[in-house]
């Protein structure tokens, strides 16, 4: 099956500082990036949803400014949590889709931690 | 908005046992997908089963089968001759089929299988 490369898979900051995890699509070209986020124990949240070459939406309560999308090519997207805060410190999980209605595929996630 | 409800934190089985997990989901759409995705210690996502809501064919892989009730909007998992490995959180998920823009999943809260030796 299709592959999404998930970096880094695991990472420390300071409070305030900001940090970058990005997902690229080894064998396909994702149209469209799925952001979610999981607390210990609790399920995966939906974040945003890029689609290259145009602005993220976001669902309800995630904060655009704080969570910076970037989907520049068919291949790569990016998040930035800016400013991170131990409140921040969760699960990341990025999901590529080929088309609209085809199967989505996930990237191995991203552990951050905000100290 | 969407919703979807599993009932079961956490479920026991002897291996080589057939367990069933349950899944409920709240939709006012007609076309949709539903999915079963497991969830090892390592956390990676990986697909179990997918349904299309316009196929009436149950769908099966392999020891996996589901129970897709429509009109009920239930879509539990059975796992047959459960294994050791098949130990993990089990995740039923729902994805608005699409005729614009592409949805994202909605999952329910999960539930922890537990394989007894």
Partial sequence: GAVVSQHPSWVICKSGTSVKI???SLDFQATTMFWYRQFPKQS????????EG?????????EKDKFLIN???LTLS????????????SFYICSGLIGVNEKLFFGSGTQLSVL | AQTVTQSQPEMSVQEA??????????????DYYLFWYKQPPSRQMILVIRQEAYKQQNATE???SVNFQKAAKSFSLKISDSQLGDAAMYFCAYRAYSGGGADG?????GTHLIIQP
């Fill in chain 1, 71 to 73: 989907h520049a090519s």
């Fill in chain 2, 17 to 30: 046992e057939t367990v069933t997990l349950s899944c409920t989901y709240d939709t006012s759409e007609s």
């Fill in chain 1, 78 to 89: 990016t998040l930035t949590v800016t400013s991170a805060h131990p409140e921040d410190s």
């Fill in chain 2, 62 to 64: 392999n020891r996996f």
């Fill in chain 1, 44 to 51: 995966l949240m939906l974040m945003a949803t890029s689609n």
């Fill in chain 2, 105 to 109: 999943l909605t999952f329910g809260k």
């Fill in chain 1, 54 to 62: 145009s602005k993220a939406t976001y669902e309800q309560g995630v």
């Fill in chain 1, 22 to 24: 990005e997902c690229r």
